[in-house]
């Protein structure tokens, strides 16, 4: 659904492209009714916008001679906005062409000034997002403050609690932010600990970025170090065969979320997880047939899940 502000400034772009657009080819291209583009048309007239109008065959509206709307102008607080919009359709899935959305990026930072183009560009390199980051919602000022430090090679102060509420001081130089599995990680070198670590970012107390700044070793892979460290971390290895066709499987399960096999009864699912609840609900949402072939944990998560099911199905309704 088109919100009319979207038909509007479509209408705009259309009239400036086209010397003359007819209201039924203006009608035609916005999916509309005749009518509703005469609605529009007097609206953008309302707001001071030079439409003319001419009538009878080979008539229809155009823009003032020599008029040109303004270019937008972003700040670097916006820019970063549809940055991240445009990073969440490409990880949301939805059948957008990752093209369509790296064209769509690059035309916003042509026209941005040098320092909202390096922060759009900063955000854009160094995140990762892989299976349902989105459950966790990390602070958006943490992430483009992140995402500078990244950039520019700079050391960051963190106040950090660890998984056993051990918290401790740490002096790290960041490599990358990533989205796995409903958390939302940075990995760095940690001077306190001399090795890369993987840092959760809901555990960051505080975090200040310094003036000193490191060099990068161009020979570590921070995605591959990530992807080795949360697979370490994970409790359970979930198999699982699901009884349809391998195409049926890959239209609804991404490859970032675990490898599928094809085999003669079926597709085998293979991931790692520290969430087994989490994943018995995910793959009931599927709507596929599938066989548990490990863990037992699994089954025992589904059964929980079937009885809260079955207390809110059955749960007395009062009027």
């Known amino acids: 659904m ?6 509007l400034l479509t209408i705009l772009e259309l009239l400036q492209t086209h010397p003359l657009l ?19 048309i007097q609206m953008l007239q309302d707001m001071g916008m030079p439409i003319e109008a001419s009538y009878g065959p080979g008539g229809g509206y155009r823009l ?22 445009l990073l969440g359709t490409a990880w949301l899935e939805i059948g957008m062409s990752s093209v369509a ?14 320092r909202a183009r390096a922060r759009i560009n900063a955000v854009t390199s160094h995140l990762m997002l892989s299976p349902h980051a989105q459950e966790s919602q990390p602070d958006a000022t943490l992430l483009i403050e992140l995402s500078d430090a990244i950039q520019q090679q700079q050391r960051i102060n963190l106040t950090y609690r660890s998984h056993r509420d051990e918290v401790t001081q740490r002096i790290v ?52 170090y990530i992807n080795r460290q949360l697979k ?6 979930v198999v699982v065969e699901f009884q349809t066709t391998l195409y049926t499987v890959q239209q609804k399960i991404p490859e970032a979320y675990g490898s599928l096999t094809d085999t003669p009864t079926g597709v085998l699912f293979q ?6 609840d989490y994943i018995a609900r995910y793959l009931m949402a599927l709507n596929l047939p599938f066989v548990i072939h490990n863990p037992p944990a699994l089954r025992e998560a589904l059964l929980r899940l079937a009885e809260q099911i079955t207390q809110i199905a059955t749960a007395p309704h009062n009027d």
């Open 2 to 7: 088109y919100h009319p502000t979207t038909r």
């Open 22 to 40: 007819s209201g039924a080819e203006l009608a035609r291209r916005l999916e509309v009714e005749p009518r509703s583009v005469r609605r529009y």
């Open 64 to 85: 003032r001679p020599g008029f040109k709307l303004p270019p937008l102008m972003f700040s670097e607080e916006e820019a970063t906005a549809i940055a991240l919009g």
């Open 101 to 114: 959305i790296e064209r769509a990026l690059a035309k916003v930072a042509r026209v941005l000034p040098e």
């Open 173 to 224: 130089e960041p490599y990358g932010v990533a989205g796995w599995w409903g958390q939302w990680y940075m990995v760095g070198y940690c001077c306190l600990r001399k090795d890369y670590r993987l840092f959760r970012l809901d555990r960051l107390q505080q975090m200040q970025i310094r003036t000193d700044t490191f060099v990068r070793d161009k020979t570590f892979d921070c995605e591959a």
């Open 232 to 237: 370490r971390q994970a409790n359970w290895q």
């Open 271 to 276: 991931c790692d997880t520290d969430d087994i």
